[in-house]
């Protein structure tokens, strides 16, 4: 199983970024974005399950950040807009046979995979 991110860079503060995240060797149940930031701990940030319907999101990004899956591509993307400074993180995907978009299993515990971390950078 791999797990490829990609999208991230350096924006200043109101920008939007997308990030994408491309499954390979199987299909999971659950995919999710985490972050972590220079010394804090890796936090979630959003999740979905098989059906776009099926989200959900940190306090702190709901309403600027969506979620959503491509199952043709077997590709997850993070649209960020709005982005502030304290958005500045390493994002990671992470794919899970739980049900990361329910609330109780929204967490780095319920992860099976993840991918290589791409660095997000918002100037003020």
């Known amino acids: 199983v791999q797990l490829q991110a990609s999208g991230g860079g350096l924006v200043q503060a109101g920008d939007s970024l997308r990030l994408s995240c491309a499954a390979s060797g199987r299909t999971f149940s659950s995919y999710g974005w985490f972050r972590q930031a220079p010394g804090k701990e890796r936090e979630f940030v959003a999740a979905?399950?098989?059906?776009?319907?099926?989200?959900y999101y940190t306090d702190s990004v709901n309403g600027r950040f969506t979620i959503s899956r491509d199952n043709a591509k077997n590709t997850v993307y993070l649209q960020m807009n709005s982005l502030k400074p304290e958005d500045t993180a390493v994002y990671y995907c992470?794919?899970?046979?739980?049900?990361?978009?329910?609330?109780?299993?929204?967490?780095?515990?319920?992860?099976?995979?993840w991918g290589q971390g791409t660095l997000v950078t918002v100037s003020s």
């Open positions: 979905i399950g098989r059906g776009n319907a099926n989200t």
């Open positions: 992470a794919a899970s046979y739980a049900d990361l978009w329910l609330r109780p299993y929204a967490s780095v515990h319920n992860v099976n995979y």
